[in-house]
């Protein structure tokens, strides 16, 4: 009997324990309500308008997956995806609807903040924008918050420091939301258990560090982006237990600043990334604490110089070193141990010296090696090619010579292999064409002889051979690479095109350039999905074959630098054409009004031709149309009466045309505008005051035109005030200087030291613009009295050139504060008074021109200020007394103050003790004619690479021409400017 009444109790126990387990599996019935209506007030945005949000969703979300379609009334909420409860209470403890394309903001009146016992919230990469509301403050469960890229704006409210028990929070990516001091203060005070904080990209300018103290327990601490650094302190590196510190592109402020002298072990960090910041000097010898880094992140801070400490390449643990785009010289440490964890090693975009080290041969489990853009010579060692685990190998750009090692172990994992741009001579090697992974092969621009070989592997996606010395019939072989996307045989002597059979069912880009071409390949039908052609510089001729501009998969396509007569006369409207550059050719008639039928087109080059007619009246609206130039033709007529409002046109050149009649208004509709060149035509005009609406423009060149009148002041605040070259010169204005121009140009008086990717003026395009070389002649500007060719406008090229007008009275004292000026023009005026002591000031010009002119009094002083000042013409003036000494005027000759008779001292005869200082009565040889200019230096590059050509032209206002000239005109301006 007590058995069985033991049994029984037991059961009902049992059943005790299992109705309560089952019945409290379900969710709490206030949660789920709570969801529920969550769900309903957001809907799916599918996709975003947003770069950025849509750049930072694609890295960490591949796809979006909806979780809250699996939320239905009838079923358990503590089933649906994304949602965990409690086992015993069955309260909602957990939600991650993370890259669920959520669209909308959540109301403070929203059911959502009654999940009251949440302790881990990951609403990330949805789109709820709006303010971030206070209310978050009441999760005070929380130990785990996620709203990365949620698009949240505004202040972060200070309720977000009542999460007391918080352990990881992750704000990053919400670029306009701001912590203030306050209540960042009073959140690190309260959150004494955080361990991982994430704030990348949230405005941090307004607060300071001084709360973090060393009793933190922060692990993981990112303030990448957040402006930060300024309110930083060196011993952020020291915390106990931070072990990841992310403080990358943080300073705003290219002034420069020196990286951290440590006075603690720094012992427990292991990942440090400092990147893209405007750090300079050199590596302070109290890195070598970080002894357990197994990541280390300098790279792109540009003034970072002097030896990469040897200790560096000895940390045991260490597995990427990134210390690319910077100043680093010397020579590579010979010191890595045998012992060592190298999975990345970049040193890329320095200036390092001299051969390769021995030990890199160390590196046994080196995956990705990028030494490139640096100074490396020697040749390369068969130990580095040699390491078995290499995925990425890049050595170009350098000044390796040599024949490649001819034999080799084993690269069964290489993909990309890259030797571009170095001396290495002989023969390709059978290797480097035959590696069973081989994806990427580059080497172009070597000394590469012989025929290549025909052991080609078959797995080649991008194969670039070009600007070599090769010769003979291309193997067969390669044109059956049915992978290949990418091909680049330019400037070789290969023969036997017209003969080959293309088969290239996956190929994009085929550079074909610089091979003495006379005929078009026959690729109709064979490349159907070929985006990329470029056929430059070849001995085309006659008409472009209808077969070509009817492949509706081009993008891209360059047939510059032809013998080519007629264009093309008739574009259809499925082209799909983006950049077209038919320039230096011999084409003639007009241009085809069809060319406005490919909607699509982005940059159109016809310069250096033989057109005559007018500009199609509908390339001035042209729905996408960024870079329109067509210099250097024979074409009439008025510019185009209307541009479309808001119209992408950023750079109009059409200088050295015939072009005539008044500049239309309705050019002030092109609000993106950039680079303006209407120089060398029959424009006859008073100045078109209308300019200063335009807010990006960068380069304003009226050059030799009819333009007359003064010049009328400016009545915006901002305008022109990012202007880097204003040339006006060879017109017929008069009146006085404009001061408020100069007091507006404000891109000139602050000396900016560029990033290296922001260096060059570059016209943005959707449409690979930057890619060949095609000399662009932007601007044609007076400076060092040469002519001189640049691939690129550097931002520092700060010009003004007034000269060649009728312009009277004093030059304005504000000319002083235009301290970023390279050059200055007002020669051939009617200019008087004395040169202003101002112009001392600009310490960066290196060439000042104010000859023929009526400038009276003395030289100042202070023009020997200018330390880098390689040009000064003073010549036929009215200026009296000892020319001043020291620096550079020790270097100027008797050609930059002739025609000053009251002028002594060196470099003159004139003794100044024995002659009267006195002011002529007027120059003797001043006259107001024009002037005709001398030679002219275009050099053009050829073949594939990354090159977008800008022409600068100078006039020649001296016969002689610099060393330095010679020697970039003899080896090709791509080598000076390189």
């Not at 990516?173 to 203030?180: D, G, T």
């Not at 807010?695 to 030799?704: D, Q």
């Not at 023009?825 to 000859?851: K, M, V």
Request: overall charge neutral; glycine content about 6%; hydrophobic content about 40%.
């Amino acid at each position: 009997m007590e058995s069985w009444v033991g049994w029984l109790l037991l059961l009902c126990c049992h059943m005790f324990f299992f109705h309560f387990s089952f019945s409290h599996s379900l969710c709490h019935p206030h949660d789920k309500i709570a969801l529920l209506q969550f769900k309903t007030s957001h809907t799916f945005s599918f996709g975003s308008d947003d770069a950025t949000y849509a750049v930072a969703t694609y890295v960490e979300c591949s796809d979006m997956d909806p979780k809250t379609t699996t939320w239905k009334n009838e079923t358990d909420c503590c089933s649906w995806v994304g949602v965990t409860c409690h086992p015993i209470s069955g309260r909602v403890i957990g939600l991650d609807v993370s890259c669920s394309d959520l669209f909308g903001e959540i109301l403070p009146n929203s059911t959502f903040f009654y999940l009251s016992h949440l302790q881990s919230l990951n609403l990330a990469f949805n789109k709820f924008y709006f303010q971030l509301s206070y209310l978050f403050g009441g999760f005070v469960s929380l130990t785990h918050l996620n709203l990365s890229s949620c698009i949240f704006e505004g202040e972060i409210p200070s309720q977000i420091s009542q999460l007391s028990k918080l352990e990881s929070l992750d704000l990053s990516h919400n670029f306009w939301l701001r912590w203030k001091e306050r209540s960042w203060k009073k959140f690190l005070q309260n959150t004494t258990f955080l361990k991982e904080l994430n704030l990348d990209d949230i405005d941090m300018t307004q607060s300071s560090m001084r709360p973090l103290n060393q009793s933190t327990t922060l692990v993981s601490l990112s303030l990448s982006r957040t402006g930060v650094w300024g309110n930083l302190k060196s011993d952020i590196l020291c915390l106990p237990k931070l072990e990841q510190l992310h403080l990358s592109d943080n300073s705003y402020s290219p002034n420069g600043q020196h990286l951290p002298s440590l006075s603690c072990s720094a012992a427990s960090l292991t990942v440090l990334d400092l990147s893209y910041n405007y750090f300079e000097g050199s590596i302070p010898v109290s890195f070598s604490n970080f002894t357990h880094l197994t990541v280390l992140d300098l790279s792109h801070n540009i003034y970072l110089n002097g030896s990469i400490p040897s200790s560096l390449f000895t940390f045991p643990s260490l597995t990427l070193l990134d210390l690319q785009f910077n100043q680093f010289s010397g020579q590579i440490p010979n010191v890595f141990p045998q012992a060592n964890n190298f999975e990345k090693l970049d040193l890329s975009h320095n200036n390092i010296e001299e051969e390769l080290p021995s030990t890199l041969s160390n590196l046994q489990w080196l995956v990705f090696l990028d030494l490139s853009m640096n100074k490396l010579s020697g040749q390369i060692p068969l130990s580095i090619i040699n390491l078995q685990y290499l995925v990425f190998l890049d050595l170009s750009h350098n000044r390796l010579e040599g024949p490649l090692p001819n034999k080799i172990r084993s690269l069964s994992n290489l993909t990309d292999l890259y030797f571009n741009d170095n001396l290495l001579n002989k023969t390709i090697p059978v290797w480097c064409l035959s590696l069973p992974s081989l994806l990427k092969l580059d080497l172009s621009y070597n000394q590469f002889t012989g025929h290549i070989s025909v052991m080609v592997s078959q797995s080649f996606e991008f194969l670039y051979l070009c600007n070599n010395k090769l010769q003979g019939n291309i193997p067969q072989s390669i044109f059956t690479l049915v992978n290949l996307r990418q091909l680049c045989l330019s400037s070789n002597n290969f023969s036997g095109f017209h003969n080959i059979n293309y088969n290239f069912p996956r190929l994009e880009r085929l550079y074909l350039s610089s091979l003495g071409l006379t005929e078009f390949p026959k690729l109709a039908g064979k490349v159907p999905m070929l985006t990329d052609l470029d056929l430059s510089n070849n001995k085309l001729n006659g008409t472009v074959p209808k077969w070509l501009h009817e492949m509706d998969s081009l993008y891209f396509l360059n047939l510059s630098q032809n013998l080519l007569t007629t264009p093309i006369k008739q574009f259809s409207r499925n082209y799909n054409l983006q950049f077209l550059d038919l320039s230096f050719n011999l084409l003639t008639g007009h241009i085809s009004s069809s060319i406005c039928n490919v909607s699509s087109l982005n940059v159109l080059l016809l310069s250096h031709n033989k057109l005559i007619g007018v500009i199609p009246p509908c390339l001035a609206n042209l729905s996408s149309l960024s870079i329109l130039d067509l210099q250097r033709n024979k074409l009439n007529g008025t510019l185009p009466s209307y541009f479309s409002m808001n119209g992408p046109l950023r750079v109009i050149n059409l200088n050295d045309n015939q072009l005539e009649g008044i500049l239309p208004k309705s050019l002030s509709n092109c609000t993106k505008l950039e680079i303006l060149n209407l120089a060398n035509n029959q424009i006859e005009d008073k100045f078109p005051k209308w300019l200063q609406t335009l807010p990006r423009l960068t380069v304003l060149v009226l050059r030799a035109n009819k333009l007359y009148g003064p010049i009328p002041s400016l009545k915006m605040k901002h305008g022109f005030s990012s202007l880097l070259i204003f040339d006006i010169s060879s017109n017929y204005f008069n009146g006085s200087i404009p001061k408020t121009y100069i007091q507006n140009f404000q891109a000139m008086k602050n000396v900016i030291r560029y990033k290296v990717g922001e260096l060059y003026i570059q016209p943005s395009s959707n449409a690979s613009v930057y890619e060949f070389a095609t000399v662009i002649e932007f601007a044609n500007v007076t400076t060092k009295a040469i002519n001189m060719v640049f691939k690129k406008i550097p931002k520092s090229f700060i010009i003004i050139d007034l000269s060649i007008n009728k312009f009277e009275g004093e030059i304005p004292y504000v000319i002083g504060e235009l301290h970023a000026l390279k050059a200055l023009n007002f020669s051939h005026n009617r200019l008087s008074g004395p040169i202003p002591q101002s112009i001392g000031n600009l310490t960066n010009l290196e060439s000042l021109d104010l000859s023929l002119n009526m400038f009276i009094d003395k030289i100042p002083i202070e023009l020997t200020n200018l330390n880098f000042l390689e040009v000064l013409n003073l010549s036929y003036n009215h200026l009296i007394g000892e020319i001043p000494e020291g620096k550079q005027f020790n270097t100027f000759e008797n050609n930059s103050y002739i025609g000053n008779s009251g002028l002594c001292g060196f470099p003159l005869s004139k003794n100044c003790n024995k002659i009267e200082q006195q002011s002529p009565s007027s120059p003797s040889l001043w006259r107001e004619e024009r002037f005709e200019f001398g030679w002219e230096a275009v050099v053009i590059g050829y073949g594939c690479g990354i090159i977008f050509g800008i022409g600068l032209g100078i006039f020649v206002l001296f016969s002689g021409k610099p060393e330095w000239l010679v020697k970039m005109v003899g080896g090709g301006i791509g080598n000076y400017v390189k």
